[in-house]
């Protein structure tokens, strides 16, 4: 029975045995109303919670949180490869257009290509032309560059802004510890500092 | 620079080793499979994260243990390094600098140097392209370690789109269709970008190299003229693209690359790899008019991968330090004319690394450290 506990829990991401281990020993020690509120949410996800028909982020209705909220900029679209990229760039604060979410990148070793990846769907948002920009907000990994490229090559003919979220240095972080790739991606993206 | 301990936990037939260091020259004098070239294996591992015998990690790690461990500490100048290494054949290796856990692995490359010699050299002459680009690109890393974050970029791109072209070209419906066609356009821009920074790279580091691999050879050879012609080594690097006569520019390699491509691209989708980029270049030896591969006899063999790795010793050491010099179980291939030419070198290196099956092998006056190794056990002698 432990073991099995510790076998699933072992199977989710960023989960060595060790901590699975101490995980399935912490839930046997611990209040079982606690434990059974864990078990209802996890159920409750997985029952309630889907995929908005719009963007494609989590959503617990039809429409998700930010599709449904009017004060998001309709003109502005951000795309990510994952929810949680979402996520990240909400608690920024920064941005305030909408989302689409492809689903992944483009990586023919695990056989994902552009008609795995939610990018018909992008194509028909962009149709009316309410957006006037694109932000690709892909990884800065080699798929998350040629998934970008090959959305570049995609909306060009449309006539948008098309933009790429910069890469380079860590803020807060010292020059001398970076390591080269991002250096030098750095200089590559460098800005004049007249204005 | 050089290496002052070097500990071992289950990699290869050790168990467990200790071992001080020093500088000068060290010679492990033990018979056959006892465990010497093991620890040159070791260190060598640490400067260039493959091994010099095998091109898997798994024989690295001790019969029954998961994972070794090798930690050396390394001295430059007055400053000191310790390298841990964790090799675990079924994952990611990890490594440790100066007790702190390091990002990626890669980012302890060029803190050790290593130019390791080995009965395995003559196959830089005799043997496949893949043997001469493995040399290219492990001296590249070494020089400027950079080089392993854009070679590591490489394989991947060539990896996907060599996965692209199999399922493309192999589907009987779809092949040439609009959607796989652009997709594959991307993969040749990733590859290009990639293999133009790779191969700028290597040419870069051949025309670096080549003037030391001939006088090296002139060095070592002092042969009279061969009766076909000549007898100067060179050596070129040969592309499936066409080279720039001078100078090395990125942009004009990409394009090249990518003009190459799509000239290739039939061939490719039938084939379904990549038949253009710096994994089906060579480097060219030449002995006078000759190639070496083929054409030289077995001395001047030796003496060509001799040269090659005193080149890239030298080209080494002009960045201000010496590197490691390993030598395993060299000594008794040679004759004495290269005998006396390698041990010319090794007396002035800060540290050199000799194994042999027996202590007559090496040249006497030039040892001062002696390590008997005898069952996987080092002693001092």
Redesign the interface.
């Known amino acids: 029975m432990v073991q099995d506990l510790i076998d699933e829990l072992g199977r989710l991401p960023g989960v060595g045995p060790k901590s699975a281990q101490r995980i399935a020993f912490h839930l046997l020690s611990t209040d079982p109303t606690d434990v059974r509120r864990l078990a209802g949410v996890l159920m409750e996800v997985k029952d309630r919670v889907r995929f908005c028909v719009t963007c494609g982020n989590v959503a617990e209705e039809e429409q998700c949180r930010i599709c449904r909220d009017p004060r998001r900029d309709l003109t502005v679209l951000c795309v990510v490869e994952e929810s949680k990229d979402v996520i990240a760039i909400e608690r920024t604060r920064e941005f305030r257009g909408r989302y689409h979410v492809l689903g992944g990148a483009?990586?023919?070793?695990e056989?994902i290509?552009?008609?795995e990846l939610r990018i018909r769907e992008l194509m028909q948002r962009l149709a009316d032309d309410t957006v006037t920009e694109v932000i690709l907000a892909t990884d800065p990994n080699?798929?998350g560059?040629?998934t970008a490229?090959?959305l570049t090559?995609?909306l060009r003919p449309l006539g948008l802004r098309v933009t790429r979220l910069a890469s380079g240095l860590p803020v807060g972080g010292d020059l001398e510890y970076a390591?080269?790739?991002t250096l030098?991606r750095a200089f590559e993206g460098r800005r004049s500092v007249d204005d | 620079m050089h290496v002052s301990q070097l500990s071992l936990t289950d990699f290869r037939s050790y168990e467990s080793a200790d071992i001080d260091l020093a500088a000068g020259v060290s010679a492990f004098i033990g018979p056959n499979g006892q465990g010497k070239t093991n620890l040159v294996e070791a260190i060598d591992y640490v400067a260039t994260h493959s091994s010099h015998r095998v091109a898997t990690d798994q024989p690295l790690v001790r019969a029954g243990a998961a994972r070794s461990i090798v930690r050396t500490t390394v001295l430059r100048a007055d400053r000191q390094a310790v390298i841990e290494l964790e090799i675990n054949p079924g994952g990611a290796n990890r490594a440790r600098l100066n007790r702190g856990a390091v990002v990626?692995t890669r980012?302890v490359l060029g803190v050790l140097r290593t130019v390791m010699f080995s009965p395995h050299d003559l196959e830089l002459v005799k043997g496949d392209p893949g043997g001469r680009r493995r040399f290219l690109d492990a001296l590249l890393v070494q020089r400027l370690?950079?080089f392993a974050?854009v070679r590591s970029?490489y394989d991947?791109?060539l990896?996907?789109?060599n996965?692209?072209l199999k399922?493309a070209g192999g589907r009987a419906v779809g092949r040439g269709s609009e959607?796989?066609m652009?997709?594959l356009?991307?993969?040749d821009?990733?590859l290009a970008r990639a293999g133009a920074e790779l191969l700028a790279g290597r040419l870069e580091l051949v025309a670096d190299l080549a003037p030391h691999v001939t006088s090296n050879y002139a060095d070592v050879a002092q042969a009279t003229p061969r009766a076909d012609g000549g007898n100067e080594a060179a050596l070129a690097y040969t592309a499936v693209i066409p080279l720039p006569r001078a100078g090395v520019d990125r942009t004009a390699l990409a394009d090249a690359l990518l003009a190459e491509m799509a000239r290739m691209r039939t061939a490719e989708l039938d084939r379904g790899v990549s038949l253009v980029g710096p994994h089906r270049d060579d480097l060219l030896l030449t002995l006078g008019a000759m190639p070496a591969r083929g054409y030289a006899s077995h001395g001047e063999s030796w003496s060509f991968a001799l040269a090659l790795r005193l080149a890239a010793f030298e080209l080494l050491r002009a960045d201000g330090d010496d590197p490691v010099l390993i030598l395993d179980d060299v000594f008794a291939e040679l004759d004495d004319l290269r005998r006396d030419r390698l041990a010319s070198v090794v007396a002035k290196t800060e540290q050199v690394l000799v194994t042999a099956a027996v202590a007559a092998d090496v040249p006497a006056d030039l040892v001062t450290h002696h390590y008997a190794v005898r069952e996987g056990l080092v002693s001092r002698g």
């Open positions: 483009i990586s023919p070793i056989g290509g552009p008609d080699l798929e560059e040629a490229t090959y090559r995609m390591d080269e790739v030098g | 990626r980012e370690p950079r974050a970029d991947r791109a990896r996907q789109r996965s692209l399922s959607a796989a652009a997709t356009d991307v993969w821009a990733q």
